[in-house]
């Protein structure tokens, strides 16, 4: 079981940007996918971002079609940690960000839901004003 924790959330004004970090422990973590979800107020927990672990040539990345183009997921191994760069960010970006961690072995993609998670942190609320 890994360990995870979110910082980073906060509040912002339309076409602003938040990095959001995640640190992660418990697990050898580069050799684990890892990824971004997101909840709104009265909404399902939605994918928004993945990356891969690390190879020689880097991690591949994904994103959910709504935020690519704006924002960046990337990992640091040597400091167990995920970030989510968000840059012009919108109203409706406005949720409770979780970092996820697959099982072992889970390949990063688009996934379709939070379903094929193992661990979750508990979240960092992003606000978007408008």
């Known amino acids: 079981q890994v360990q995870l924790v979110e910082s980073g959330g906060g509040s912002v004004q339309a076409g602003g940007s938040l990095r959001l970090s995640c640190a992660a422990s418990?697990?050898?973590?580069?050799?684990?996918?890892m990824g971004w979800f997101r909840q709104a107020p009265g909404k399902e927990r939605e994918f928004v971002a993945s990356i891969s672990p690390s190879g020689p040539s880097g991690s591949n990345t994904y994103y959910a079609a709504s935020v690519k183009g704006r924002f960046t997921i990337s990992r640091d191994n040597a400091k167990n940690m995920v970030y989510l760069q968000m840059n012009n960010l919108k109203p409706e970006d406005t949720a409770v960000y979780y970092c996820?961690?697959?099982?072992?072995?889970?390949?990063?993609?688009?996934?379709?839901?939070?379903?094929?998670?193992?661990?979750w942190g508990k979240g960092t609320l992003v606000t978007v004003s408008s």
């Open positions: 418990g697990r050898t973590f580069s050799y684990y996918a």
């Open positions: 996820a961690a697959p099982p072992f072995g889970a390949v990063a993609g688009t996934w379709p839901g939070p379903g094929g998670m193992r661990d």
